[in-house]
């Protein structure tokens, strides 16, 4: 397998939790068995869905090409034709996250529209039969804050740390070194703090085995700068790693060409913890309670016409 980049993006308008037990099924039903649409040499929709979880899917989403080509008989004399291939695009719905995995890479024609254009356009034409809300997608990213990289560190087992921004802080008064040694922690505090008037950034790891939280120095500059990126031993003895921004862009293990569910929801997870999905779908909520009036008004605005 290799990495295999993605476009992470927020449903707007669509509250999973806020369905029953029968709009859920009937969401996953109607994406499954939609039929493809547009015209002739102009389809696109869903194809080979699967489950990975009650609350979320993949496949693929795919759109028809109109290729002119050429090819030479045995006389070389050369003959045009008109090609119509599928080009698919691997996809992953975090319904209960509110959330859209999209691969993302170039379409071979790019007079046609964006494959998130045609992707929305789908969901769009799907949630509308079933009169559920949905606006439309958006770019997702969210800034991971200390206090996320901090738990990680208390309940993992870590294999490295990077942290940056030291230069001229100080170790908060708050974080205790060695308590309750109060003398021992005041000598290790001006010593370290010293050192932070030189130092921006530093990186540390561990052994495949891991164990950097046992490490006191690491769990000073921890506390004391911005972490940027922490590796842990995951689930399965998997090496996880968590940098301090996830999206627009999502790169996940995955074979797009032969998927199985056990890699897709392994790298889902390694990717988004629940602390982050939990962050994720906040800020989403949050956002679209600010944005709800503006786009019911569209909403009739586009009804009228």
Not at 121 to 127: H, Q
Request: glycine share 6%; hydrophobic share 35%; aromatic share 10%.
């Amino acid at each position: 397998m290799s990495e295999i980049p993605f476009k992470l993006k927020e449903m707007v308008g669509f509250d999973w939790d806020s369905l029953n037990d029968t709009q859920k099924e009937d969401i996953v039903k109607h994406i499954f068995e939609f039929p493809l649409l547009g015209n002739v040499s102009n389809r696109f929709g869903f194809v080979k869905c699967e489950r990975i979880t009650e609350n979320r899917i993949y496949g693929y989403f795919t759109q028809e090409l109109k290729e002119e080509k050429h090819r030479y008989d045995n006389q070389k004399k050369e003959e045009k034709y008109v090609d119509e291939p599928f080009e698919d695009f691997f996809f992953i719905l975090l319904f209960d996250a509110g959330l859209c995995l999209l691969q993302s890479r170039k379409i071979k024609n790019r007079s046609m529209l964006t494959i998130e254009e045609r992707f929305t356009e789908a969901l769009k034409k799907i949630f509308k039969e079933l009169g559920i809300n949905f606006y439309y997608l958006e770019d997702c990213s969210l800034k991971i804050g200390k206090d996320e990289f901090i738990r990680i560190f208390n309940t993992e087992n870590i294999l490295s740390l990077r942290v940056n921004s030291l230069k001229g802080r100080t170790i908060p008064e708050e974080f205790k070194i060695f308590n309750p040694e109060i003398e021992k922690d005041r000598i290790i505090r001006a010593y370290h703090n010293d050192d932070f008037r030189h130092l921006d950034e530093i990186s540390g790891s561990a052994n495949r085995g891991g164990g950097l939280q046992e490490s006191k120095f690491s769990e000073i500059i921890l506390h004391t700068g911005e972490p940027r990126e922490i590796g842990f031993i995951g689930p399965n003895r998997e090496k996880t790693i968590v940098r301090d921004k996830i999206g627009p862009s999502v790169s996940l293990d995955i074979d797009v060409e032969s998927p199985k569910r056990r890699d897709i929801q392994r790298e889902v997870e390694k990717s988004f913890s629940k602390g982050i999905l939990a962050r994720i779908t906040q800020k989403v909520k949050v956002k679209e309670g600010r944005n709800t009036t503006f786009n019911e008004f569209i909403g009739e605005e586009n009804d009228k016409k």
